[in-house]
């Protein structure tokens, strides 16, 4: 019996979006965002064969909500997925919502793919987020808070229930360290509203004049940069910051009466876009864009619940909101500051501490001072790195770090998209550059939310003497590909990695990748030419190998998909499956369902949104999609087509969507070695079994999740990963059983 068949599912009633499992939701909800029968003789254009995106990526942080729900998790790791469902909602109302109001701003009318103008999207995204914020207070405020007193001693105190001693503890506090620092701002006919920044919390204070009985609003801004938790007296009791203040803010109004406090905090647009071809140096353009962001146009109010009316008036006057802007919060707002408190140390309430092992090939460091350097590892046999089951520490850095001290490398070319604020890499490379080698870094300053950081590496990199690039323009570089030249007997030899993640050590540990380590000639080759691209006038490039977006990526995946759909009708074994963050390109999308209407078998693991929807009769009921998540995030990106028995399997950096094909560099390719093959293959194989923490997506736009039904299937996906990465079992059995 298939996997399939086999599973046992338990679902949870739908939510939101598309529908997916995690928690109750409002009748209205599943009415506006129910999927819509498809008529068997609609073309491959019709919008009801697509799932909303902005509704399917609040399915996928429903999944990730759901992760603080799971009383399997443990406590504190709970509360971390709570803050990071906090997280991935600011960043969709910054991006998402943040693009759509500008195209309602615009006049846009253009539909979406499944049907719908900007405006409706905007309103279904406001019917299916409230939903969410009420699980997310409501998980926060009577079940985690709740377990973390009784559980690990954590007590989250409210002002109103400490005793007197404490609080005069805590004023004494907040005249000491806030009493100097806050900047009340009143807002009156000679003060005009404050400008108010991105994500910052705010007090919005109502006062009354004791004697002319005026009212009066003033606003104060929460200093969180120093924590958003104040301990207490006793170990392990804290109170949120603004509770202190609100309590104590009589001290900054003295002469008036305090009638009420409340928080709230703003949301910015941060989809900021400018003619590029109009910018003669595109570093000040992006700088510029940084400013402009900060200012940019207000997107979402979070509100305290119990905020008079009067005060929710004046805010969206002041702010541009409408009423369909504002978010009731029945308790703390902003979650995402339990990210301190998910970091504390209670061992006993996280997952048990995970150690990357060194990859079996390179085992021999440090053990003698004639071990081989890597290149002559490299040099013996290709070499696939799986992170964070394996160190990028003893693989891809020691690459790098290798590279910039043997003095028989002479070059070095990389592009940087985003990495650590203390990069090892980063140091590498000066260190490369001040003892002579070539060093040239393409820089992406377009790296979302990570601009700043970006340009602030270009110039240390340029002051050391590296050759930097700032990206090209009109493309956003994201391939992830490092290019080392070595001068050896034969002549000069190229060395290459080639990986579907950033060359940060910080989230290898957190995310999943792979990496390709080569000196594959040809490769070799291909990435002197992309370099070559990326750093001067060199549009016309031509590759062996290497498959390059936007130039040949999408035309080969779709030859690839064909392929398959030839050999099954020849051969009746067209396979595809194909691993990803993301699916939302059309073409690939229409591509796909042609391969199923040929009997093609398709499986694709997508972490997050999905455009696709699998299991519709006549279109698509030979695809099937599901999601996992767990410890890790799932990054690697995995291609494979059956080809007649005779499998070819892709890594590199692109998601099948549109930004990824179109408008970036990306790199992608082919794993040519039979056991790295088998190894690509078996990690499909274990994540297509996983009953633990795989979701399984239905043509309704459910996503229910899977449940073991035999102890051994509590073993999930990443689990099974860990355990032979410590048993180092690298060999499979039957490597090319996929099924």
């Known amino acids: 019996m298939s996997i399939r068949e086999e599973a046992r599912h338990v679902e949870i009633e739908p939510v939101s979006g598309n529908g997916t499992t995690g928690a109750a939701p409002t009748s209205a909800v599943l009415r506006a965002t129910a999927p819509r029968p498809v008529p068997k003789r609609a073309g491959l254009d019709d919008p009801r064969l697509y799932f909303n995106r902005e509704l399917s990526w609040l399915d996928f942080n429903w999944r990730v909500l759901h992760q603080a729900l799971d009383t399997r998790t443990p406590l504190l790791e709970r509360v971390r997925f709570l803050a990071i469902t906090a997280s991935n909602l600011d960043e969709f109302f910054r991006k998402r919502v943040g693009g759509l109001k500008r195209q309602v701003a615009a006049g846009v009318h253009k539909l979406s793919p499944d049907g719908r103008t900007p405006a409706e999207q905007l309103e279904l995204i406001s019917l299916a987020v409230r939903p969410m914020y009420k699980t997310l207070t409501e998980t926060w405020e009577q079940t985690l808070k709740p377990l973390l007193r009784d559980k690990a001693r954590i007590h989250i105190r409210d002002y109103a229930t400490l005793n007197r001693r404490q609080k005069e503890r805590l004023h004494k506090y907040f005249m000491a360290n806030f009493f100097p620092v806050l900047t009340p701002l009143a807002v009156d006919p000679g003060h005009p509203f404050p400008f108010i920044s991105n994500l910052s919390l705010s007090l919005a204070v109502t006062l009354r004049h004791p004697k002319r009985r005026t009212e009066h609003f003033a606003r104060l801004k929460v200093p969180t940069n120093r924590g958003r938790w104040i301990a207490l007296d006793e170990p392990g009791h804290f109170v949120p910051i603004e509770q202190v203040i609100a309590n104590n803010a009589h001290e900054l109004f003295r002469g008036m009466e305090i009638v009420s406090v409340h928080p709230f905090r703003i949301t910015r647009n941060a989809d900021v876009r400018r003619d590029e071809e109009e910018a003669d140096d595109l570093i000040e353009m992006i700088s510029d864009e940084l400013r402009e962001r900060r200012f940019a146009k207000v997107v979402r109010a979070e509100v305290d619940a119990r905020m008079t009316d009067e005060i929710r008036s004046l805010l969206m006057r002041e702010l541009d909101l409408k009423e369909e802007d504002l978010y009731d919060v029945e308790g703390q707002i902003d979650l995402t500051d339990t990210f301190w408190l998910a970091d504390l140390d209670y061992p006993e309430h996280k997952y048990e501490p995970w150690e990357p092992v060194i990859p079996t090939r390179l085992l021999h460091e440090g053990e003698a001072k004639d071990r081989p350097n890597i290149f002559a590892v490299i040099r013996n046999d290709d070499l696939l790195v ?36 203390e990069s090892p890499v980063v140091d590498a490379l000066i260190r490369a550059a001040e003892s002579g ?40 570089t994201h391939t992830k590909t490092t290019l080392v030249i070595r001068e050896e007997d034969e002549g000069l030899r190229a060395y290459c990695h080639i990986g579907t993640g950033n060359y940060n050590p910080k989230t290898a540990r957190l995310y999943t990748d792979f990496g390709l380590l080569t000196c594959d000639p040809d490769l070799g080759f291909d990435l002197i030419n992309l370099f070559h691209y990326l750093t001067g006038y060199s549009p016309e490039q031509h590759y062996r190998k290497l498959v390059v977006a936007p130039r040949d990526m999408r035309k080969t995946f779709l030859r690839l998909v064909r392929g398959e759909v030839a050999n099954q009708k020849k051969h009746g074994n067209g396979r595809i499956i194909a691993k990803m963050n993301a699916l939302d390109d059309i073409e690939m999308i229409q591509e796909l369902y042609r391969a199923s209407k040929a009997g093609v078998q398709v499986d694709l693991i997508i972490r997050g949104h999905c455009r696709l929807r699998p299991g519709l009769p006549k279109f698509s009921e030979n ?117």
């Open 386 to 421: 799986h992170h964070p089951y394996e160190s990028f520490r003893a693989s891809t850095q020691r690459f790098i770090e290798e590279a910039a001290e043997d003095p028989k490398v002479v070059a070095i070319k990389q592009t940087l998209y985003r990495t650590s604020d």
């Open 437 to 476: 080698k070539q060093v040239a870094v393409l820089v992406e300053v377009k790296a979302r939310f990570d601009e700043q950081n970006n340009i602030e590496w270009g110039q240390i990199l340029e002051k050391s003497g590296v050759h930097v690039t700032y990206g090209l323009v009109g493309l956003k």
């Open 623 to 739: 695809i099937r999609v599901i999601s996992i998540l767990g410890r890790f995030l799932e990054h690697s990106r995995i291609y494979f087509f059956g080809n007649n028995e005779d499998p070819r399997l892709f890594i590199g950096s692109a998601d099948w969507m549109r930004r990824n094909l179109d408008d970036r560099v990306e790199a992608v390719v082919e794993v040519e070695k039979p056991l790295l093959k088998a190894r690509l293959i078996r990690t499909l194989r274990f994540a297509m079994a996983d009953r633990r923490t795989a979701w399984d997506l239905h043509p309704d736009g459910r996503y229910v999740l899977r449940m073991p039904s035999k102890p051994e299937e509590e073993i999930g996906f990443q689990e099974i990963l860990m355990r032979r990465a410590r048993n180092r079992t690298l060999r499979a059995d039957t490597p090319w059983d996929i099924d």
